[in-house]
């Protein structure tokens, strides 16, 4: 069939959208989608149209039924100073957002960092997450099976392991509610993200439990992996990479740049980030966390909805008794990968390279964490920035002032 007779298919409805790669390559394939929807609804989709990266590629590991790209201005901030295990020197922070204003700000905090010393970025742990639910005829049986469980981590381990060379398995976790049991498997994943990993050999795991103990499967996930949803079990455990990031701010920095005190950025930490927090009931102990997360991993190909895993989180500021603060982040659920799912996009890839984190690192799963110590620095400039902008009352100034 040529063109057209494929897209008057998919007017009429005798060919589905996803049925178009039989005939055609990925670009084509896309092309032919767009001028369909322009029939069916009158809409011209020429900015869609116009994109760099490989389609074929793409539809292969990233999206379905693709009929083009959407484009987020990227930005650039930093050179921001890390001194982690894994990352020790500069690093330019690339950042995908259409929020003005939100460069500058992690930019200018970048600056702060950089005159009181650097930050000292650390990967606490690490281990992504899944839990599925089984359930047990009573009981007794679920607690049967969980001391069944703990006598045979050890084969659970082989069974999961087997399914990656770059893959193991590091804790089991386990409730029980009622009959049903909720077992959360915890990886190290290398420098993937690992979802997909992890799933994979957790789905490995349960059918050999079930095959010797009788439970019943019933979802692979149950919900307390916990994944892209807020949840205290996140906050409190963890899952991917447990990160802290923290300068001491020198007063005079905090005066020539940040037009602000020790002493006003500690009372907002305390009453915003704290307090207000609490009030509200949130696990975003922090000013905005999410603001930079999101941005970085839209740059970079990581899967954005773990935003809002990465939006929880502390914040903290303490003056110490030379008269300075000690500033610092904590998120507790940073899921980041430079291999794997959107990181060999062509613009995704060149915004790692930048960084200097895509790919494998000469270790495994080096370059991942060096990538976690990284972000986790960005956000703390984030932090300083915006609770510095309050302490001065210049937050609605610089709004206005950049036309946003």
Request: aromatic letters at 6%.
């Amino acid at each position: 069939m040529d063109d057209q007779e494929l897209i008057d298919k998919i007017v009429r409805h005798e060919l589905k959208f996803h049925e178009l790669e039989k005939y055609v390559e990925a670009k084509k394939a896309a092309e032919l989608r767009r001028r369909a929807l322009t029939a069916l609804t009158g809409t011209e989709l020429q900015n869609i149209s116009i994109f760099s990266l490989d389609a074929e590629r793409a539809v292969k590991a990233n999206i379905e039924n693709m009929i083009g790209v959407t484009q987020v201005p990227m930005g650039v901030a930093g050179p921001v100073h890390v001194k982690g295990d894994f990352a020790d020197g500069l690093y330019y922070i690339p950042m995908a957002t259409t929020e003005g204003a939100l460069v500058a700000s992690v930019n200018r905090g970048c600056t702060v960092i950089n005159k009181s010393g650097g930050a000292v970025s650390l990967v606490i742990k690490e281990g992504m997450a899944r839990a599925p639910v089984l359930k047990a005829r009573t009981i007794r049986h679920a607690k049967e099976a969980l001391e069944f469980i703990n006598r045979n981590k050890a084969k659970l381990k082989e069974k999961a392991e087997s399914t990656s060379r770059f893959l193991k398995l590091e804790d089991i976790q386990h409730w029980i509610i009622g009959r049903s049991l909720f077992i959360r498997f915890v990886y190290k994943t290398g420098d993937a993200m690992g979802m997909n990993m992890v799933t994979i050999a957790t789905d490995a795991a349960i059918k050999f439990l079930e095959s010797e103990t009788g439970l019943k499967h019933v979802a692979l996930s149950g919900n307390a992996c916990v994944d892209k949803k807020s949840s205290a079990l996140n906050l409190i455990l963890g899952r991917g990479k447990t990160v802290s990031s923290e300068v001491v701010l020198r007063r005079e920095e905090l005066k020539n740049v940040l037009k602000t005190t020790p002493e006003a950025m500690a009372d907002i930490v305390y009453r915003k980030c704290l307090l207000g927090s609490a009030l509200a009931g949130s696990y975003g102990f922090n000013a905005q966390f999410a603001n930079v997360i999101a941005a970085i991993f839209i740059a970079t190909g990581q899967d954005a909805a773990h935003v809002v895993e990465g939006s929880q989180g502390f914040t903290t500021a303490e003056i110490t008794e030379e008269g300075d603060l000690t500033f610092s982040v904590t998120i507790p659920s940073l899921q980041v990968g430079t291999v794997g799912g959107g990181t060999a996009l062509d613009t995704q890839r060149e915004a790692l390279e930048l960084i200097g984190v895509h790919g494998a690192g000469e270790s495994p799963g080096t370059n991942a964490l060096k990538f976690a110590e990284i972000v986790a620095a960005a956000v703390l400039a984030g932090e300083i920035s915006l609770i510095g902008a309050l302490g001065a009352r210049h937050l609605a100034e610089a709004h206005v002032r950049l036309n946003r």
